[in-house]
């Protein structure tokens, strides 16, 4: 036999001996496979889901408008006069200052927030609507319905719904209320110079913080936000809720840690009987090392790949029914959506290093030292 | 051999075993990472940024509870005590969201 087969004949009476020995501690084997299994489960859905919301958040934020200005009084947002539109006309870099109307409105009627906003790129008949898919679940409203909603004054407003938006554009659409200019403005008393917002299209990415500058510079009482800034906040809120989500669970990651340590350190007397009995009949240290690593390995890895495993399909295949609450929030119109799977090999690595690495070197350390002993001390 | 005897038939062994174990999961995760690589020509990840840019949206219809929450980005510096300077703080989301961190810097 050569040397190679000879190697892989050893490893192999190894795995045989090893996965003997562990069938027969079969309940507690099982029982850290589970607890093992389930802890790499909910870190991997934690680290998927987050990913996925944040990846989603930057493909549709990256085609918001490069800068909003908002005015500010006393500290709070107000109405942007007609006047500032033509102010940022002129600055080199800009090229359209889009002026926005939008706002939010409370339907009492289901408890709800909805976001009422004029498309500016078409041309909505008065008294009809474009709603939102959750909005149109909320109120069970389709296209040819008819909801009122009470104005500024006290008046009802009736619309009729012209469409629903596509399903397929919920998680940034959900609230949506589209409406004709003249409705917005009749619905909150709006007049005819003032706007919530504008919108500035500035199409050299290097030239925005500078537009954003002579912004400021033309109107000291404005506030320019820079679509960065809109990303980079949804990252933190994602990288927040992910932290928030894990710190309860802390306590649990603790507890296995410490289950794992005495597991895999705190070797019983049987094991170290085992071990003498071993060496007492001629096995190497090395042998005992590696039967201890086929053991570690087995587990460890078996936990990491049907965690994983049940990790990508819970939060891509069922859209994570046990983080989405947290991760969502509360509100009452709740985009049903599916997450795009997005698996990066640093996730993977991180998650095996985070969870099979340390397994494997607490195992084999208190191995090892049993195993240099003599076995006559260690059966003692 | 006589022929009453029962042929011997070779068991498969504990080790080989759990490695055909450890294969199928491997395979299982495989098979995970191979459905995430698929291209895919999903509605959503056209329609909506269409929306977004037709629209100039500026926030996701992910918590639509309160203003500060709905439009993220767009929070004024007082957001969370509109009403008065002491003000508790009224939503659930409100109080688990950090404040943008533009307004940190």
């Known amino acids: 036999m050569t040397e190679r087969g000879g190697v892989l004949a050893r490893q192999r009476y190894l795995a045989d001996y ?30 998927f889901y987050t990913s996925a919301l944040k990846h989603e958040a930057g493909l549709l934020l990256a085609e918001a408008p490069e800068i909003v200005v908002q005015r500010m ?12 539109t033509a102010a940022l006309t002129g600055i080199r870099g800009v090229r359209e200052v889009q002026p926005r109307l939008w706002g939010y409105h409370y339907d009492a009627a289901v408890r709800a927030n909805y976001t009422l906003m004029v498309p ?22 389709s296209a040819g319905d008819m909801l009122s909603f009470r104005g500024h004054d006290g008046a009802l407003t009736a619309f009729r719904i ?88 802390s306590g649990a990651l603790l507890a296995f840690a410490i289950l794992a340590w005495e597991k895999a350190s705190g070797l019983s007397a049987d094991e170290r009987r085992e071990i003498g009995i071993l060496k007492a009949i001629g ?21 990491f790949l049907l965690g ?43 998650l095996f290093f985070l969870t099979v690495f340390p397994y494997l070197v607490a195992t084999l350390v208190p191995v090892w030292r049993a195993a240099v002993t003599d076995p006559d001390e260690v059966m003692r | 051999m006589a022929s009453g005897t029962p042929r011997h038939r070779p068991r498969s062994r504990p080790g080989d075993r759990a490695l055909i174990v450890l294969l199928l999961a491997s395979l299982a995760l495989a098979g995970s990472l191979l459905h995430a690589a698929l291209p895919r020509a999903e509605a959503h990840t056209q329609h909506a940024p269409m929306l977004v840019r037709d629209l100039g949206l500026t926030g996701l219809a992910l918590f639509t509870e ?21 003000a508790l703080e009224h939503f659930p989301s409100g109080s688990l969201l950090p404040p943008p961190r533009h307004l940190h810097d």
């Open chain 1, 283 to 303: 096995w190497e240290t090395s042998d005992v090392l590696q039967m201890k690593l086929w053991e570690g390995a087995l587990i460890s890895l078996l936990a």
């Open chain 1, 120 to 141: 500016p790129d078409r041309d909505l008949e008065p008294g009809t609507a474009v709603i939102g898919p959750a909005l149109a679940r909320a109120r069970g409203a």
């Open chain 1, 308 to 350: 994983t495993t049940a990790a990508y399909w819970h939060v891509f295949g069922l859209s994570a029914p046990l983080l989405a609450p947290v991760m969502q929030g509360w509100s009452v119109l709740y985009p049903d959506f599916r997450l795009t799977p997005t698996v990066s090999a640093t996730q993977l690595l991180t």
């Open chain 1, 162 to 249: 012209d469409a629903v938006l596509p399903q397929a554009s919920t998680l940034a659409s959900a609230d949506l209320l589209l409406v004709a200019e003249k409705d917005f403005r009749r619905l909150f008393g709006i007049p005819e110079d003032r706007h919530t917002d504008l919108a500035l299209h500035v199409p050299n990415p290097r030239e925005v913080q500078t537009v954003a500058e002579k912004v400021l510079e033309a109107l000291p009482d404005s506030r320019p936000i820079l679509r960065d800034e809109i990303l980079r906040t949804y990252d933190a809120v994602f990288d927040w809720r992910s932290a928030l989500v894990l710190l309860p669970l």
């Open chain 1, 73 to 84: 009084i006393a500290g709070r947002h107000d109405l942007i006069p007609g006047g500032h």
């Open chain 1, 18 to 47: 090893t996965v003997a020995a562990m069938a027969r501690r079969r309940a507690r084997n099982l029982g850290l496979l589970a607890v093992y299994g389930g802890m790499v489960f909910v870190l991997a859905s934690v680290l």
């Open chain 2, 66 to 86: 309160a203003r500060y929450t709905r439009h993220l980005g767009l929070g004024d510096r007082h957001a969370a005590f509109r009403d008065h300077p002491m």
